[in-house]
């Protein structure tokens, strides 16, 4: 019985651990390693800060550490290093996920509540202060 215990505890701990390494997959090619040429991982790099990762939303490609992130790390750095600009991969990757995964969407009519909001939240703000100010004025006069 003593020995059979340990092979017990040790299958249960597979089993428990099994599901948890299933959804672990190896990151792909280039999501973590650098590319060889300076001057393009350089450019690269900056392409990423720009980029947002879809799964995170508040976090750069550069910064995050979702696969999803990763993926696309590795797509940057493979279009770059096969010779596009960042530009080009930009535009492509607009193309693929959308205008969300940048930081600056283009004005368009989808996106022009977004570059609307802080203009108008600011004009009421102002209207706000202005009146608040009348009213004190006239209370101290």
């Known amino acids: 019985m003593s020995a059979l215990l340990p092979r017990i ?4 701990v597979l089993a428990i651990a099994a599901p948890a390494a299933a ?5 792909a ?4 390693v650098q590319l060889r040429d300076p001057a393009k991982e350089a450019e690269a790099k ?3 800060e720009t980029l947002r990762c879809l799964v995170c939303q508040g976090q750069s490609i550069a910064d995050s550490d979702a696969d999803m992130a990763g993926d696309m790390r590795s797509l940057v750095r493979q279009r770059i290093a ?4 960042p530009a080009e991969v930009r535009e492509w990757l607009i193309a693929r996920y959308g ?12 996106t022009l509540p977004l570059w609307l909001t802080p203009i ?19 209370r101290h006069k």
């Open 82 to 85: 096969a010779g596009d600009n």
């Open 120 to 138: 108008a939240l600011l004009a009421i703000g102002i209207w706000i202060a202005r009146s608040s100010f009348r009213r004190r004025r006239r």
């Open 23 to 27: 959804q672990t997959r190896p990151p």
């Open 29 to 32: 090619d280039y999501a973590n």
């Open 99 to 110: 205008d969300y995964v940048t930081y600056d969407p283009p004005m368009s009519a989808v």
């Open 46 to 48: 900056a392409l990423m």
């Open 9 to 12: 505890i040790a299958a249960l």
